[in-house]
């Protein structure tokens, strides 16, 4: 009783009865507004069954244009990273700040071999193992484009048994060829020999000649024809400059007296260069 007469209340009844006829114009309008949309009038009545447009995913309750990320709130270009905000030229590093290729580490002088003999870094070594071909060991010189090591007369490979090495005596050679363009200091250099006196009764020495400064020689019986084989080394500063042509920088490597006749294993050029 008491829930009743608060429904027949005058302030329930001016609450409760607008909202019904709102409700009653919405739903006539929702219904009216399908018929008219998406009825078709020749389909026995059934339109008002189906699915009415406007209760469907509409065009503009879709993700329309107005509702997109229009160009009007999209970064404009004077928002993006225009050209002035980017690093400008003047704020790299130029050409004229970088190492030039003339200061810069050649390629191939990025790692320089250790010597076995004398200070610095090997300009070359190489030996022989059972044939006259020399087998190259290190090779750090910048230029590389003529190097040879070859005997001039046919000789062998002799003395297996204690090392071996070529054997040179009678006037024959070693051949040796090399370059040093691309070094612009030289403050040293070394010639080393490994081997022995291939005379029974007799050591030793070497020459190493240049078609440009002349001979270098170890002294007479620096080298021994005793086992086992050993080192011998001349300062050899004096016979590689800068600047030498490649043409003409070599060397004749003789034996020398007393025995002139060697069985050479190992040679190697040592320099202290830049």
Not at 19 to 42: D, I, K, P, T
Not at 57 to 66: E, F, I, K, L, N
Not at 258 to 271: G, R, W, Y
Request: proline letters at 7%; hydrophobic letters at 35%.
């Amino acid at each position: 009783m008491v829930a009743f007469l608060a429904w027949r209340s005058l302030g329930f009844r001016r609450w409760i009865v607008p909202f019904g006829l709102a409700g009653q114009v919405l739903l006539s309008a929702c219904s009216h507004g399908g018929a008219r949309e998406g009825g078709n009038y020749g389909d026995g009545g059934t339109a008002d069954l189906r699915t009415p447009h406007d209760l469907s995913v509409m065009t503009d309750g879709g993700d329309p244009d107005d509702l997109s990320l229009g160009s009007d709130l999209a970064m404009s270009t004077d928002l993006a990273g225009l050209g002035d905000f980017s690093a400008p030229f003047d704020f790299t590093v130029p050409a004229d700040m970088s190492l030039p290729p003339d200061l810069s580490r050649p390629p191939d002088m990025s790692t320089r071999p250790p010597c076995m003999r004398g200070t610095g870094w090997a300009a070359f070594r190489f030996h022989y193992s059972g044939s006259t071909s020399a087998s190259i060991d290190a090779l750090g010189l910048p230029d590389r484009s003529n190097f040879e090591a070859v005997p001039a007369r046919s000789t062998s490979f002799t003395d297996a048994l204690h090392g071996g090495g070529i054997e040179i005596a009678s006037g024959n050679w070693i051949l040796i060829r090399f370059s040093v363009v691309g070094l612009t200091s030289i403050r040293g250099a070394t010639l080393s020999v490994y081997g022995r006196s291939y005379n029974t009764g007799a050591s030793g020495s070497f020459d190493a000649w240049s078609p440009i400064y002349g001979s270098i020689k170890s002294p007479t019986n620096s080298i021994s024809n005793a086992w086992p084989y050993t080192w011998t080394s001349v300062d050899y500063s004096g016979n590689v400059k800068v600047g030498d042509a490649p043409g003409l920088t070599g060397i004749r490597l003789y034996a020398g007296p007393s025995s002139n006749d060697l069985v050479i294993n190992t040679v190697e050029l040592c320099l202290d260069a830049t």
